[in-house]
Structure formats: C-alpha cells, structure tokens
C-alpha cells in the first residue's frame, strides 16, 4: 500500500526494463524502498516535536514498513537496518533500536569481507566513500 501511495510502482516498473536479473531488481526496489524511509524520519521527528500524534503514527508506519520491506529484499541492506533502529530509538523504543542495530552489525562485518570490503580497502572502487563502511558501523553503533 505504501509503495502505490508514494507513486513507488512506476519506478519499480521501470526497473526491469534495463535489467533482467532479479537479485538486481531486488536490490534496486530495496534502495528505493530506503529512499522513501529515509525521507519518513525527518516528518516523524517533526511529528514528534510538535506532539502530532497521527502524523507521527504514519510517518512510523511508513518508515517502519518500508524500512522491513528492503531488508526483505535484499538482508545486506543496512541503510534498513539503521533506519529502523532511528525511529525506534525517536520513539523512544530503546530496545527495538538496539535489536535492530545489532542485527545490522553482522550484515555489515559480512559486506567488509565481500567483494565492496575488499574494493574499498584496496581503493579501487570510486564510487562510494572509502569510510563508507566505518561511518554505517558508527551509527549503528549509536543505537546500542
């Protein structure tokens, strides 16, 4: 429901026609999904402040639920993983945000040992952050 009232079908649609590899598409709609999340948090904590209880609940809703969805789809996915533990923690559930920063941590450890660990060690991939990695382990780390 999420993704049709965001306007997120279109932009899953649009996906497989320049890739037919699942595991791809997975990954793609699971960082569109982080996308959607991660601009929930910002109206949440606005929410929050403002004590509006209803736009607090949907903006959760949809972080929440669009949140699980990615790591649904693809597990390694620790934009997911951090972002749950943020809303939690904003809403003031301490234990839910540690649950879920200590199930990023490992998804994490396993990315460093991969092939992007290893790309961003010998400093042949130029796309992402060398510190990519280190700066996902200290968020998570903050929830814990």
């Known amino acids: 429901m999420h993704s049709m009232n965001a306007g997120l079908v279109a932009r ?7 890739n037919d590899n699942p595991e791809i598409i997975r990954a793609q709609i699971s960082d569109i999904l982080c996308q959607t999340g991660n601009r929930a948090i910002p109206l949440l904590a606005k929410a ?7 736009a607090a609940t949907k903006a959760m809703m949809l972080a929440g639920d669009t949140f699980e969805a990615a790591i649904a789809l693809a597990k390694n996915q620790i934009v997911a993983y951090a972002g749950l533990a943020a809303i939690y923690s904003m809403a003031g559930k301490t234990d839910k945000a540690q649950s879920y920063a200590k199930l990023g ?9 991969g092939p992007l660990g290893r790309s961003l060690r010998d400093g042949s991939c130029t796309v992402f ?6 700066q996902a382990e200290q968020q998570l780390r903050t929830y814990l």
């Open 129 to 134: 952050p060398a510190d990519m990695l280190d």
């Open 105 to 113: 941590l490992p998804e994490l450890e396993e990315m460093r040992r």
């Open 48 to 54: 929050l402040e403002a004590k509006q209880i209803d």
């Open 12 to 18: 899953y649609e649009a996906l497989g026609q320049d």
